[in-house]
């Protein structure tokens, strides 16, 4: 049974960082590629980056590239979101999802507000 829970989420004020965790279980997370969403509200869920299953390639939308980078510990099963120079338009729930897998965590809130 996929399990994900995501960490790291809060209240951070515009141009600061977070930093999202989501701890991976219940599959074989070293051979998949694992990706973060958000949702935010009122709008539909839609990803925002991606890791390949070796962690040599990284894909993001275009809205978060060069302030949003992605990481994986394979041998901890954990996937990271590093998140810089925030904005409020980055406020969200951010889940993380194996990518072929069903099954989504309960998400991490991150607000960006002043």
């Known amino acids: 049974q996929v399990q994900l829970v995501e960490s790291g989420g809060g209240l951070v004020q515009p141009g600061g960082s977070l930093r999202l965790s989501c701890a991976a279980s219940?599959?074989?997370?070293?051979?998949?590629?694992m990706m973060w969403y958000r949702q935010a509200p009122g709008r539909q869920r839609e990803s925002v980056a991606a890791?390949?299953?070796?962690?040599?390639?990284?894909t993001y939308a275009d809205s978060v590239k060069g302030r949003f980078t992605i990481s994986r510990d394979n041998a901890k099963n954990m996937v990271y979101l590093q998140m810089d120079s925030l904005k409020s338009e980055d406020t969200a729930v951010y889940y993380c999802?194996?990518?072929?897998?069903?099954?989504w965590g309960q998400g991490t809130q991150v607000i960006v507000s002043s």
């Open positions: 890791i390949s299953a070796s962690g040599g390639s990284t």
């Open positions: 999802k194996a990518a072929t897998l069903k099954g």
């Open positions: 219940g599959f074989t997370f070293s051979v998949y590629t």
